[in-house]
T-cell receptor
Framework: GQNIDQPTEMTATEGAIVQINCTYQ??????LFWYQQHAGEAPTFLSY????GLEEKGRFSSFLSRSKGYSYLLLKELQMKDSASYLC???????????FGTGTRLQVFP | ETGVTQSPTHLIKTRGQQVTLRCSSQ?????VSWYQQALGQGPQFIFQ???????GRGNFPPRFSGLQFPNYSSELNVNALELDDSALYLC?????????????FGPGTRLTVT
């Protein structure tokens, strides 16, 4: 079966660091994506991991452990504009389709 | 380089009607994937088109159909609309079935079925 789990909601304070976890179970794995989605808008690509380890891109970093079926997105120096939903998606090896979690809604408070 | 575009932005239809949604892929991309996103949920894969042929389909009934044109733009057609079809419909553009790290979404079409 295919299953993506991530927390439903998280809150954090402006300037802080937040880690959003994602665990997955898929029959075939061909990469993991993180997207940011503001309410009423399309998802925006943040990061892509296919090998184990940490990918850093500015204030955002993403980590992958394939053996554990685990990823996290790390957001540093939080800003109010980071309030959004964060979607974890795994690409299926056989079909190339993206399998999404339900998303984590992050609220950043001043 | 133009991004992914979709039309229309919003659409209201009545149950039983048919609808066609359109997507233009990003320059250089030959693959278009369609997703349905219900409120509060993650996107659900409908199908993918690669070089004008369907290349994979999710768990959606046959009344969801599509096609891709020689310029790699794509259409999603939904027949016999049901209330549960109300959702944000997203298309994602990529190259060679998305096997690289590029998978960019269009702004979406919000469909409301009454």
């Amino acid at each position: 079966g295919q299953n993506i789990d991530q927390p439903t909601e998280m809150t954090a304070t402006e300037g802080a660091i937040v880690q959003i976890n994602c665990t997955y179970q898929t029959s075939g794995f061909n990469g993991l994506f993180w997207y940011q989605q503001h309410a009423g808008e399309a998802p925006t690509f943040l990061s892509y991991n296919v090998l184990d380890g940490l990918e850093e891109k500015g204030r955002f970093s993403s980590f992958l452990s394939r053996s554990k079926g685990y990823s996290y997105l790390l957001l540093k120096e939080l800003q109010m504009k980071d309030s959004a939903s964060y979607l974890c998606a795994v690409r299926d090896l056989d079909t190339d389709k993206l399998i999404f979690g339900t998303g984590t809604r992050l609220q950043v408070f001043p | 380089e133009t991004g992914v575009t979709q039309s229309p932005t919003h659409l209201i239809k009545t149950r039983g009607q048919q609808v066609t949604l359109r997507c233009s892929s990003q320059s250089g991309h030959n693959t278009v994937s369609w997703y349905q996103q219900a409120l509060g949920q993650g996107p659900q894969f409908i199908f993918q088109y690669y070089r004008e042929e369907e290349n994979g389909r999710g768990n959606f009934p046959p009344r969801f159909s599509g096609l891709q044109f020689p310029n790699y733009s794509s259409e999603l057609n939904v027949n016999a609309l049901e209330l549960d079809d109300s959702a944000l419909y997203l298309c994602a553009s990529s190259y060679n079935r998305g096997r690289g790290n590029e998978q960019y979404f269009g702004p979406g079409t919000r469909l409301t079925v009454t």
